[in-house]
């Protein structure tokens, strides 16, 4: 899967999907379950001024929503601790949004 000729070419984009696309795709990709790939925006952030892409987003319809998402992931090509500690920060941040969200619309 990762040729030796070519993996200092390719880019964290390259590795996400060469690793885990076609494994998690056969696992999930045919029921509810919905895979977000590639640098896309979770619909909660939408009503903030906040703009963060992630690298895969595990959705599945929710009672209140179309969609809920169920896991946020962010991948990299080399762990480095900087990329460690910036995307861990991204995460939980926006896992803290994404609770806001989820207890906004309970309360409503």
């Known amino acids: 899967m ?3 000729a070519n993996i200092k070419s390719y880019s964290e984009e390259d590795f996400k999907l ?6 998690l795709e056969e696992i999930f990709g045919y029921g509810n ?4 790939w590639g640098d896309t925006i979770p619909g909660f ?3 903030s001024s906040i703009t963060s892409k992630l690298d895969l987003r595990v959705s599945a319809p929710s009672v209140s929503s179309d969609l809920s998402d169920l896991s946020l992931t962010e991948f990299a090509k080399k ?3 900087s990329k460690y500690y ?7 941040l926006l896992s803290k949004l994404h609770l806001n969200s989820l207890l906004q619309e309970d309360i409503m």
């Open 2 to 4: 990762f040729s030796s």
């Open 18 to 23: 060469k690793s885990w696309s076609f494994i």
């Open 33 to 36: 379950i919905n895979l977000k």
């Open 45 to 47: 952030l939408s009503k």
């Open 79 to 81: 762990c480095t601790s």
């Open 86 to 92: 910036l995307d861990k920060l991204k995460l939980v």
